[in-house]
């Protein structure tokens, strides 16, 4: 008979201690609120530039998800603008990962992609500086920051991110804030949000 599985002293003071999940769930109502008012500043910023956009493209389309299993962690996001029809994309995501970071994300397959990775490269320098990483992972489904996950965007690094740019068939360009960051206390969350599609607009717009 297989022995059922034991808890640590810690592991049950945890399933115990019930201002942890008190916590959990207020700070789990300040974020749901946080993304909200970046989905507003966002429509404000997609209401104010002409986007290259893929066929059947819809600009008020969006989708707030909250889990708990993302590695083990959980985690909230808004995707605004979202786009995934079939095997194209072209979504800006917004994610609180508990345990890590707030990251948002320019994701782009598909449809257009080709046109895309040319305006990285001959918009290069107005992309570098402003925080903008390459992701180099084999899909659009990591959130690791770091060597052999990121490549930041910097004035130096033309020629290696053009070199990582023409293996892929998508892009995933990132920013990450970690949560210690004076912004995430102050409620600057949607701010970070809008200056991080400020930013990438040189790839999505003519």
């Not at 001959?122 to 490549?151: C, I, M, V």
Request: charge should be neutral.
């Amino acid at each position: 008979m297989t022995m059922p599985s034991q808890f640590t002293d810690e592991e049950a003071a945890l399933m115990a201690d019930q201002h942890f999940f008190r916590a959990k769930a207020q700070i789990t109502t300040k974020v749901r609120d946080m993304l909200a008012a970046t989905h507003a500043a966002l429509k404000e910023e997609v209401g104010s530039v002409t986007l290259v956009t893929p066929p059947e493209f819809d600009p008020t389309n969006c989708h707030f998800v909250k889990g708990e299993h993302l590695e083990f962690f959980p985690y909230q996001y808004l995707d605004f603008p979202k786009h995934f029809h079939n095997s194209t994309a072209f979504t800006f995501r917004t994610l609180f990962w508990w345990g890590h970071h707030m990251v948002c994300a320019l994701m782009l397959e598909g449809e257009g992609i080709k046109q895309h990775k040319m305006r990285i490269l001959e918009r290069f320098h107005r992309l570098a500086g402003h925080g903008l990483e390459l992701s180099l992972t084999p899909n659009f489904w990591e959130w690791k920051q770091g060597e052999g996950y990121t490549l930041p965007i910097t004035h130096d690094r033309k020629a290696q991110i053009a070199a990582v740019l023409a293996e892929r068939s998508f892009v995933k360009i990132v920013r990450f804030l970690p949560f210690t960051d004076p912004r995430i206390r102050s409620g600057q969350v949607p701010e970070f949000s809008r200056e991080t599609f400020r930013a990438i607009l040189p790839i999505v717009t003519s």
